[in-house]
């Protein structure tokens, strides 16, 4: 069993002079523990969080939210959310991961392609890294059973869901 909670505040205080410099907000509600392995979450977290920070407006103070949330599959149907409404079994409990920044975003077209190996929609000289951060989150995701997607609009920010069955 994992406190999703405890393994953010670790991240930010790894990430703390970054989260300092941008004046970055970031902030965790809702379900707490879900069993994960620890140590690949840490990774997607990880991933997820340096990417809201990278992606940050440069005249916009970044927020991350993250919400976690247990229920089953026939729940998260009924919802706005038919991301995965195949997928998601009824009869199954699932534990949500929904990130929410308010960032550059991206093109709708580029949902998939950004877990994508070497995907980059922005060259090396505007952003920093090696285009594999979401391919990693991806494969742990996989490893778990679970699914992510993702949903943005350019300058409005980012949105990723993961669901994990329990």
């Known amino acids: 069993e994992v406190?999703?909670?405890?393994?953010?505040?670790?991240?930010?205080?790894?990430?703390?002079?970054?989260?300092?410099?941008?004046?970055?907000?970031?902030k965790f509600s809702g379900d707490r523990i879900a069993k994960i392995n620890r140590f690949q979450f840490r990774q997607v977290?990880?991933?997820?969080i340096t990417n809201a920070l990278k992606f940050s407006k440069s005249d916009v103070n970044p927020v991350l939210t993250i919400t976690g949330k247990i229920d089953s599959g026939k729940s998260f149907k009924?919802?706005?959310?038919?991301?995965?409404?195949?997928?998601?079994?009824?009869?199954?409990?699932?534990?949500?991961?929904?990130?929410?920044?308010?960032?550059?975003?991206?093109d709708p077209q580029y949902s998939t392609k950004i877990f994508d190996v070497f995907q980059r929609l922005h060259g090396k000289e505007e952003y920093a890294g090696t285009g594999i951060g979401l391919a990693i989150v991806k494969k742990i995701i996989d490893n778990h059973n679970g699914f992510i997607a993702a949903s943005g609009k350019l300058n409005e920010g980012?949105?990723?869901?993961i669901y994990i069955p329990l």
């Open 45 to 48: 977290l990880y991933n997820l």
């Open 158 to 161: 980012a949105t990723f869901i």
């Open 78 to 106: 009924s919802e706005k959310d038919t991301t995965f409404p195949i997928l998601l079994s009824a009869d199954k409990k699932y534990y949500q991961l929904t990130f929410t920044d308010n960032g550059i975003g991206f």
């Open 3 to 26: 406190d999703f909670e405890e393994l953010i505040e670790e991240i930010s205080t790894d990430l703390k002079e970054t989260i300092k410099t941008k004046k970055a907000i970031v």
